[in-house]
């Protein structure tokens, strides 16, 4: 049985590492060993104190979070830049009496990426992306929380897809 044991063991070691360096994100780096995140300045009609500098976090914890990359201020591997374009909500729903059963949160943004060791895969593109909340509810305290947190989860994911992921 011992023996047993061992041979499994082994098995699944080279199975895990025989192939190289495996990512259980599918980021695809390359040689890159450090990446910055440029401030990304809200340049949206409609401006919301702190969010210029909470989606920026964000994406530097996401990408700390799914590479084994260094984080840096400048000469970065990698370099994402980039704006805020779009802050909006909007009544998606009516009720009867023409108020609005449910609002839409959209935050949109423009990203720059460059890749230093290829720049093959340089690209500029945008993002977007929603929450929806009741109509009687206001966009602040824990509602406001909920909807950046679910909407930065899904842009930050969409950037790091777009640029690191190889799928």
Known sequence: MKIFNYIYISFLSLLCFGCGIYSFTGADTGNAETFQVNYFQNTANLIEPGLDRDFTLALQDLIQNQTNLSLVNSNGDLVFEGEITEYRISPTTATANSTAAQNRLTIGVNVRFYNKEDEEKDFEKSFSFFYDYTGSQLLSGTTKE???????????????????ANW
């Not at 909920?146 to 690191?164: G, H, K, M, P, V």
């Open 146 to 164: 909920t909807a950046f947190q679910e909407i930065f989860e899904r842009l930050t994911q969409d950037i790091f897809n777009a640029s690191l």
